[in-house]
Structures are given as C-alpha cells and as structure tokens.
C-alpha cells in the first residue's frame, strides 16, 4: 500500500493552517489524516496540528485493527478525545480563543477502510464503481442541496459556501460521522481540504487520481492547478493506493 501526503500554503494566506499525514501503528497498518483549522491570528494552525498530532499519537500506539466496528469506534473516540483536548486548550489560552478544524481521517486495512470525519474536508475513493466523494460535507450549503433550498450549481458560488454547521474544537459534545466500507487492490483514496476541492472538480480530481500511478507528480499536479487558480487557501491531500509496491519518497 503507497500513500503520499502533500500540504501548500497556496498564493494568498499569510501562513498555513492545514494539517495532516500518513501514520503507522505497532503492526503497520496505515492511518490518513487532514485537517483544515480555522480561528482568529494563528489559531486555526494551532487546531489543526493538535488535532493530528493527537490522533497521530494515539494510533501509534494501537495494535491490529481485524474489524470495521472495532475501527470506527476507535476513529470516533479519538476524534471526541482531541475534540476536548481542543476546547480545553483554548479556553487556557486566550490567543486560541475560537479556534477549530476539520478533520478526516481514514484506517487502511487490507481488506477494508473505515472512515471518520467532522467539518467539510474530504474522503474519495477511486474502485471499479467510479469516483465517489465518500464523505458528506458538514456546511450550510450543503444541508441547503439537501433540502433542496438550492442547487449544487448554486452551491459553487453561495455567499456563505465556507459556513461550517461542526468542527472539532468549537463545542463540547462533537461527533464524528464515521462509515466502513471493502477496500480492494487497485483501488485509490483522496483526502483533501477545501483549499483543492473549491478550485479543481469532481471530475478533474478523477482524471488526475485515474491518469497516473506517481502519487507525487498526480498530488503536485493538483495542487498546482489549485495555484494557478487563485490558491486563496490552504492545499492539503492524501492519496493512498491499495498496492504493495513502494516507489522512492512513497510511504
């Protein structure tokens, strides 16, 4: 199994505030990770390497993952965990008042992926059924699409497209939505922030996951047509592909 993480502070913000990574517990099964923070000053950088480092510490220290269940309860524990660890770090300390992150997350197993995530950062898989955004965006404007107030065109251009309705670290009792599902040789995932998915389509991603087996030139890629867009935000990603050949600076 390959996975290649990337993080761009993009053209327009003054510092980083995406997080993320690819991480290893005792018996070498695989965890990915993003996290978008958000929060006045440097706040939202600060949220966001919390919540990783958190859940980066806790699954290096875990053993074997056999089932699904088992994955997602750990996944939705260690999320509520380093949603406290969050809310008490900022109520100690003034700088990091209103600070919060999405965060998703999924465990790769051989034969299955469990998936975690809070906010609007998201999980794609690429199978043998196509390319599927696997995640449901925690955002006002998509809870609108829902209702069908109004429609995914609209959605692209609403005014408060960037509305979080949950994030970790902005109130006390978070959950985090969490699935499983069968994770088959060749099969691609994607996890990103929305520094890439507010600049490159559905179908661009596709075409990009799809076209080349280089994880490192695909991600590089991405993030610069996210650039050559505007990159008004942070670009973070993961991509994981289900092979057990490991090419050079692969994970």
Sequence with gaps: MKAYFQTDQGRVRPHNEDDGGVFYNRTGQMLAIIA??????QAGDVASKMATSFVR???QQTDDFNSSEASETWL????EEANLALLEHAQNNEACAGMGTTVVGVICT???????HVGDSRCYKLSGE???QITEDHSLVNELVRSGQISEEDAEHHPRKNVLLKALGTETDIAAD???MKWERENKLL??????TNKVTDEELSSFI????DLGAVSNDMVELANNRGGEDNISLVIVHHDTTVEEGET
């Design 210 to 213: 799809k076209k080349d087996p």
């Design 76 to 79: 939705k524990e260690t999320l």
């Design 36 to 41: 978008d923070g958000m929060g006045g000053h």
């Design 178 to 180: 969490t699935q499983s």
């Design 110 to 116: 051989d034969e299955f992926i469990a998936v975690a």
């Design 130 to 132: 196509g390319f599927v």
């Design 191 to 196: 996890l990103c922030s929305d520094g890439l």
């Design 57 to 59: 510490d806790k699954w």
